[in-house]
């Protein structure tokens, strides 16, 4: 997707910047590993293939990709998340005008990817059938329309350190213009675009990942209710986390082994793309 080709996005712990073919090398030696092929239902490629489908992801409209980068100690990026209100959608969110070709940002060590996929679009599925409930209908919405959610944390060493929940907090603020996923304070209110529930769900941070400006700079937004995620059965990791950021167990499928998790908001009862070492 062009819209985030000039997107880097900062939290405490990762960075996330747009996929890039100098990034190529590195993800092709991830996909080595049959173990992160089978958890994020991957297909082996050679390198030249690697770099075809980094092309076919940048001009995509409906695929979202980031580079999950892990920050360093002095690495000289803003610890404190704001955007230049004047600098739009294309600009960094840890400092105004920030860009993927910043050398402190390619000096950042490539630890994984989070990547949404979009489906469909509202009323795709035109149901004209007057006896047909509110409740029916919304379930055939939900068929039709979603955007499904992938994080991988590649790099085993950054694995179990908070590094996926961060990446995915960025992610999905970023996707949805929604402050649900990257605020932990409790008198934040979220953009008219996202679902009632603001409660805070992860462990108390020192502030905002993202700002209310950031947020407004959204080149999509996606609604929160249309998030999806399907990870392998076996990948308990990948499903906690995702429960604690609001997703809930819709289905599973049992012919692919997946889980099937939709988001429901806080409070929306407990809760048991793919997701790899979270």
């Not at 409906?62 to 990026?77: P, S």
């Not at 959608?89 to 990817?113: C, N, T």
Request: net charge negative.
């Amino acid at each position: 997707m062009k819209v985030n080709a000039q997107t880097v996005l900062l939290g405490q712990k990762v960075a996330l910047v747009p996929y890039l073919p100098e990034h190529v090398p590195t993800y092709h030696a991830w996909m080595q590993d049959a173990e992160l092929r089978a958890q994020t239902a991957s297909e082996p490629l050679s390198l030249a293939e690697e770099f075809d489908m980094q092309r076919k992801w940048q001009d995509d409209a409906d695929k979202l990709t980031f580079i999950v980068c892990a920050r360093a100690e002095g690495d000289g990026l803003s610890p404190s998340p704001s955007l230049d209100p004047g600098a739009g959608a294309g600009a960094g969110a840890g400092e105004p005008g920030l860009g993927p070709s910043d050398p402190r940002v390619k000096a950042l060590r490539m630890i994984g990817d989070v990547n949404l996929f979009l489906h469909g679009a509202p009323g795709d599925h035109a149901t004209k059938d007057k006896d047909v409930d509110e409740d029916e209908e919304e379930q055939e919405e939900d068929e039709h329309h979603y955007a499904e959610v992938e994080i991988m944390i590649a790099e085993r060493a950054f694995r179990g350190k908070g590094c996926a929940a961060e990446a995915l907090r960025l992610m999905l603020g970023y996707a949805t213009a929604s402050t649900t996923f990257t605020t932990t304070s409790s008198s934040t209110t979220s953009s008219s675009t996202t679902s009632s529930s603001t409660t805070p769900f992860l462990p108390p941070a020192p502030h905002s990942l993202l700002d209310s400006e950031s947020l407004r700079g959204s080149p999509l937004p996606v609604p929160p209710p249309r998030l999806l995620a399907r990870i392998a059965e076996s990948n308990g990791a990948s499903i906690r986390l995702f429960a604690r950021l609001g997703f809930r167990e819709t289905r599973r499928v049992a012919v692919f082994a997946e889980v099937e998790m939709r988001w429901r908001g806080v409070g929306a009862g407990a809760g048991a793309g793919a997701g790899a070492g979270a």
